[in-house]
């Protein structure tokens, strides 16, 4: 069983920032691109950003571009993601996800909460 354990959310006022961190097993790591999702109640789970195995390749969703970071660090097997100028819209359970060519890891997510 594959964990990928995620952690950094909470609680934070409109307009703050928060860092998520997603530490994966290393040869799953090494192999995988990387990426965060988010669900908020009610809605179906969305792709928030994802990075690929080379450091130069990310992508955003519209609603993030600008404010959100994705970023990862080989040699501690880990993803994150910045998160910044955050909005109560971005209220949302996120989820950390491995994929590769026959695979599809998840976390447990991990709850962010954006209000005043």
């Known amino acids: 069983q594959v964990q990928l354990v995620e952690s950094g959310g909470g609680l934070v006022q409109p307009g703050g920032s928060l860092r998520l961190s997603c530490a994966t097993p290393?040869?799953?790591?090494?192999?995988?691109?990387m990426g965060w999702y988010r669900q908020a109640p009610g809605k179906q789970r969305e792709l928030v950003a994802v990075?690929?195995?080379?450091?130069?390749?990310?992508d955003y969703a519209d609603s993030v571009k600008g404010r959100f970071t994705i970023s990862r660090d080989n040699a501690k097997n880990t993803v994150y993601l910045q998160m910044s100028s955050l909005k109560p819209e971005d209220t949302a359970v996120y989820f950390c996800?491995?994929?590769?060519?026959?695979?599809?890891?998840w976390g447990q997510g991990t709850q962010v909460t954006v209000s005043s």
């Open positions: 996800n491995a994929s590769g060519i026959e695979y599809d890891y």
């Open positions: 290393g040869i799953i790591f090494s192999m995988s691109a």
């Open positions: 990075i690929g195995t080379g450091l130069s390749t990310t």
